[in-house]
């Protein structure tokens, strides 16, 4: 009889600072991987070929599609969520922002947008508002408009480095 390969592997990775290890099929992707085995669904499934957006999350602190990458892919990596943003009940700063400029209504897109910032403000602490807008360009939100998302991030930016 002719062995069939294996198509599970043995993934563990570091999300928001706990590891999560799961025997998973080879092709699940890092945001399924992300919803179930890590019980996560803030990261949410769109269009799941890479142009929504909303599946965005960091990996080794590079935003990252978590629709184009397999979970195996990661294995080892550190992982940022959305749900890693807050501490506890309290939002951080750039959140605060968002709830506080209108910056959403369903909510879907946000979490990839918060997380795509997230890193902008990292990389660029005082980002300009064309900064802002190209980043953004990443993200598809059929809600807001954009302008709201705009003035949140601007807001965000003018209280300061520190997000928490
Ligand atoms: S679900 Fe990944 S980019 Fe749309
Ligand atoms: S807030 Fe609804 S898709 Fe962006």
Known sequence: MIAMPSHTATVAMEVNDTTVAAAVETRTSLAEFLRVQAGLTGTKLGCEHGVCGACTVLVDDEPTRGCLVFAAQVDGKKVRTVEGLADGRALNRLQQAFHE????????????????????????????????????????????????IINAVLAAVAGGEDLR
């Open 101 to 148: 400029n209108f910056g959403l209504q369903c909510g879907f897109c946000t979490g990839g947008i918060l997380m795509s910032m997230t890193s902008l403000m990292e990389k660029e602490p005082n980002p300009s508002r064309e900064q802002i807008v190209e980043w953004l360009s990443g993200h598809l939100c059929r809600c807001t408009g954009y302008e709201t």
